[in-house]
Structure formats: structure tokens, C-alpha cells
């Protein structure tokens, strides 16, 4: 078995917390394992997959539990449209990353009707303040980026609420969550 370590060539690990790996090149009673490689590339998809385009659904199970998760989509499946859901969930789980509030505050929706209240009406209200701003934005020709476009309307630069000037980050860290989690490479 050989250990992950900072030095090539070194099978001695340099901390507590790293995982021993098999060594599945050789058996020594046979010799090397010819699908070895295909082995190891195997594993590492599995290591890898779940963090680059998985779905929305699961993006929001890994960081709110089950239970948020299976309320995540309820909200997507009462407030998106069937056609757009594979292209909007992304969004809506995105924001909810780049969001990151508290209980009551999950995705950011500050509405009286929403603030304070349940995951479930945090992520419905986003979820629909999505899907009514790409029907504007398509209905307006859709002039630029449609996460842009929404963070005018929904985060905006300059809001009054906004006194740390913290909207100026909405656009890009929701660009970069909806690509890690759709698996989109721009």
C-alpha cells in the first residue's frame, strides 16, 4: 500500500490526514494487473464526479440535508416550467450557495412574505423570482447574460439594503456556482 506524500518517489505520509491509497498496479503472486489503470481512473471519477456537474438537486443535498433538498424541489417543480427546470435549477441551487444565509435567509430573499419564514418559501420564492425574470428576459429579446440580467433585478449594485457593497459579487459568484454545479465550463 503506498500513502499519498508531498515528495515524489516518497511513500511516507507527511500528515495524520491522509487516506492510504492501493497500490493496484502489481499483485506481487501475478505480477502487474493490465486494467489496473482503467481502475484508478475509475476511482478517481467517482472521487471527482459528484463535485462537477451533478444535479441541482444534489448540490443542495450536500449542503442542506435531505430534507431541503426534497423541498428545493418541490419549489423548482411548482414555480419553474417542466422545459426550463434542466436549465433553471442550476440557478436557483446557485443562489442558494452564493446567497449562503441563514434560517429564513437561505437564498436571499428579503420579500416580508418570505423573510424569516421556511426553506421551502425561501427557495419557492426564488425559485419563481427566476422563472418570472427569464420570461422578462426572453420577452425583452434576451439582451446579455440572463445571470446578469437577473442580479440587476434581484441584487442589485448599489440597493439601499446593500450597504457593505456586497452585490457586487451576486453576478460572479452565482455565475461560478450555477457552472460548478451544471458542470459548464464558462
Known sequence: MRLYSDQPGDTKSSASSRLPIPDLTSNHQHGPRPWSGVVRLLLLLGLVAPAMGDSA??????????AHAAQFEDAVRVNIRPELRAN???IVAAIRHAENGRAGREYGVLHPKALGKSYRTQAGWCAATVQ???DRWTKAGRPGDFIAYLGKRYCPVGADNDPQGL????FKNVTAWRNRISGATK
Open 167 to 170: 452585490n457586487r459579487h451576486w
Open 57 to 66: 438537486s444534489d448540490a443542495i443535498k450536500r449542503k442542506d440535508g435531505a
Open 88 to 90: 433553471l435549477a442550476p
Open 132 to 134: 418570472k425574470t427569464y
